[in-house]
């Protein structure tokens, strides 16, 4: 299995933007609590989230289709490469999320966008946050206009968990990471 330190290195190859790292960060901690959660390995499960994004900044018009190649620099298993594919389903590619830690990446990852852009409007940030505070953020169009909702919406329904129970898990796994991620 790819350590921790070698999925970051690769990432760190491919990304020099500070807030993509956050959000790599905030991938690879909610995919942990949720692997945490379902009696699952949170190593590769964080690995995955981690390094969701690798191809994002160098090749964004190639998102979920250039990573297989970059993944391949450090012998990343091919499931782990399908589930990373698989966070783009009909947005970017046609890689369906078919195991249960691929349909919780395609859930998080707009989710966790959500909850950070939420955070950065309260003086406190990540601390007390609640899941009220981010479902009345999620009311509003303008806010965060970039999150697809909907995405997370389908994400909950195909992986079976509540949107309330979502929330509060990403809630808290980013406030454990909360001064890495610069909240």
């Known amino acids: 299995m790819v350590t921790r330190e070698k999925a970051l290195e690769l990432f760190k190859k491919y990304n020099k933007s500070e807030s993509l790292y956050h959000h790599a ?3 690879e901690a909610t995919m942990r609590a949720f692997a945490r959660k379902k009696g699952e390995d949170e190593e590769y499960w ?5 390094l969701h994004d690798i191809d ?6 190639e998102h979920c289709k250039k990573a297989p190649e970059l993944l391949k620099e450090i012998d990343l298993p091919d499931d782990q490469i399908h589930a990373i594919c698989s966070h783009g389903y009909q947005v970017c590619c046609d890689v369906e999320p078919t195991r249960e830690m691929e349909k919780v990446l395609y859930t998080i990852d707009e989710l966790t966008g959500l909850v950070y852009a939420t955070a950065l409007m309260r003086p406190e940030h990540m601390n007390g946050m609640s899941v009220k505070s981010v479902k009345k953020k999620w ?3 303008g806010f965060a206009a970039g999150v697809n909702r909907e995405l997370i919406q389908k ?3 195909m992986c ?4 309330p129970e979502l929330i509060q898990t990403t809630i808290d ?6 001064a890495e991620i610069g909240l």
């Open 160 to 163: 079976g968990i509540e949107i």
């Open 46 to 50: 964080g690995i995955v989230g981690l």
């Open 25 to 27: 960060l905030c991938v």
């Open 173 to 178: 796994a980013m406030t454990e990471i909360s």
């Open 56 to 61: 994002w900044e160098m090749f964004p018009s």
């Open 139 to 141: 009311k509003s169009s």
């Open 155 to 157: 994400g909950s329904e």
